[in-house]
């Protein structure tokens, strides 16, 4: 039986994990949404099909994708990884001295994913993918939320199958309104609507599902948190800003493109309320069985800085890297080292939580950050001809990215001028509308109050995108493409 280890404070924390033996593996098309976390965690392995770094990371093994199979969603794309001859190779090779082949992290699972791990042994250290689907829904989100006093935007919870339906349903809710699926991706099942044409252009989505959340559209800015629902109480990370459908950056109107982590960004006010928000919301999801990791969306009214429950996304997210990659948590702890406790049995942490959420309360925001997310935003499937490196760059007078070096290291790029670019797709590769071309983290506000980007915002995000060039298809890839039936298909898998 493993003894029982007992840390009392973040230094003991740090220790551990850097003494640790346990072999971690997150596995995922990219390792953006965890980057960063092999430098706390000993025996800590990305497995990609992705190669942002073109080799040169020493923590990341990458798997080519073979081609054979069309990748359907990211959950297809980890099962190819997890199934690889090199990756179980890999694994195997931990249990002769292990207990168990090792822990295993995903940003998007399903049931033969689960059944995988166990055959190989790998402990799955996340929820259960039964309980992660139900809370991800939004209107169990809601429910959840109203019974932990959380509340939403005022909205109702129907079936709507007419126009007529749905104004009937939103007689209370004003004459603007915001509809949502249960599931999927809010950028592209998030719909606003205020007249009859409005509503056309989205019924059949409408329409195929059993209940949608219909909210008064109210006057708001997007906000995102990440919490750690453990056994000691829920630990708070950062409220960082929401940047929503730019349309340089994304396709989608209601597409999240990037985030921003200042002091000045929200009052104290709106930051204890969302903290308290947050707790209460953890507590009320390891009550339902949901241990770990999740991330909150709040929507803060700007009439009247009143705070709604936005989405709940039970996963690590698209802010995962910047939460954990922060100025505060490199003076502390990472955020998602706690969800690495909850999941080791033999750990005894005496840590007061309200104190460590005051702390981030306190100093969460400390420094000037900010992450840009850019999509293809084109309609046109198109070939890339030119892409950028992941590294270190400068911005130039003429407003050009420089690159100073290549490497894997954001907190490299700290200056003002400085910018660490993440690259996803590279050159001649198939580019579709929505894909992730790179994300760029940079030092500066890049928002202006009502949402769009401010001088320094629209400076960085032109800068980014000189950096891909593209080409039409020429005849015998359009006939491909034609082949594969849905072109998409071709490097799915890439949204975060």
Not at 35 to 49: D, Y
């Amino acid at each position: 039986m493993t003894p029982t280890v007992t840390l009392n404070n973040l230094d003991d924390i740090r220790h551990y994990f850097a003494e640790n033996k346990t072999p971690y593996y997150f596995i995922s098309a990219t390792n953006f949404n965890l980057m960063g976390m092999h430098e706390w965690v000993q025996h800590w392995t990305h497995i990609t099909m992705v190669d942002c770094y073109d080799g040169k990371h020493p923590q990341v093994l990458n798997i080519e994708n073979d081609h054979q199979q069309i990748f359907e969603n990211i959950e297809d794309i980890n099962l190819y990884l997890l199934k690889h001859p090199t990756v179980q190779n890999l694994i195997s090779a931990q249990t002769s001295s292990q207990p168990s082949a090792g822990c295993a992290l995903f940003l998007f699972f399903d049931e033969r994913i689960e059944a995988l791990c166990r055959t190989l042994n790998l402990d799955l250290i996340l929820p259960q993918y039964r309980l992660v689907r139900e809370i991800d829904s939004k209107i169990i989100t809601t429910e959840i939320g109203n019974l932990a006093g959380v509340s939403s935007v005022p909205n109702v919870l129907a079936h709507i199958s007419s126009y007529a339906d749905l104004v009937d349903a939103a007689k209370n809710l004003g004459k603007q309104w915001v509809v949502q699926t249960a599931y999927g991706d809010s950028g592209k099942t998030t719909f606003f609507i205020s007249s009859e044409d409005d509503y056309r252009r989205h019924a059949n989505k409408i329409e195929a599902e059993d209940m949608v959340k219909v909210m008064r559209r109210v006057n708001c800015v997007g906000s995102a948190i990440e919490a750690c629902a453990t056994r000691w109480g829920t630990f708070v990370g950062p409220l960082l800003t929401e940047l929503i459908g730019i349309s340089n950056l994304t396709p989608y109107p209601g597409g999240w493109c990037g985030n921003e982590l200042y002091a000045d960004a929200f009052s104290e006010t709106i930051r204890a309320q969302v903290l308290q928000k947050t707790q209460a919301m953890g507590d009320a999801l390891y009550q339902r069985g949901y241990r770990g990791y999740f991330e909150l969306d709040f929507l803060i009214d700007q009439d009247n800085e009143a705070v709604y429950l936005g989405e709940l996304n039970a996963r690590i997210t698209g802010i995962s890297a910047m939460t954990n990659m922060s100025n505060f948590s490199a003076d502390h702890i990472p955020l998602f080292l706690f969800h690495l406790l909850e999941y080791a049995s033999n750990i005894e942490l005496n840590l007061n939580v309200e104190s460590f959420n005051q702390s981030v309360l306190r100093e969460g925001a400390s420094g000037t950050a900010a992450q840009i997310i850019l999509k293809y935003t084109d309609e046109p499937l198109k070939i890339i001809t030119q892409a950028a490196v992941s590294g270190v760059y400068t911005l130039e007078a003429d407003g050009n990215l420089l690159l100073q070096h290549t490497g894997y290291t954001r907190r490299e790029a700290l200056a003002e001028n400085e910018a660490y670019l993440l690259r996803i797709m590279s050159a001649d590769e198939y580019v579709y509308q929505g894909a992730d071309l790179a994300i760029l983290f940079v030092n500066n506000v890049i928002r202006q109050p009502d949402g769009t980007l401010n001088l320094a915002g629209a400076t960085w995000t032109s800068a980014l995108k000189s950096m891909f060039e593209f080409r039409q298809l020429n005849q015998a890839e359009r006939s491909a493409v034609e082949a594969v039936n849905n072109p998409a298909h071709i490097k799915s898998g890439r949204d975060q």
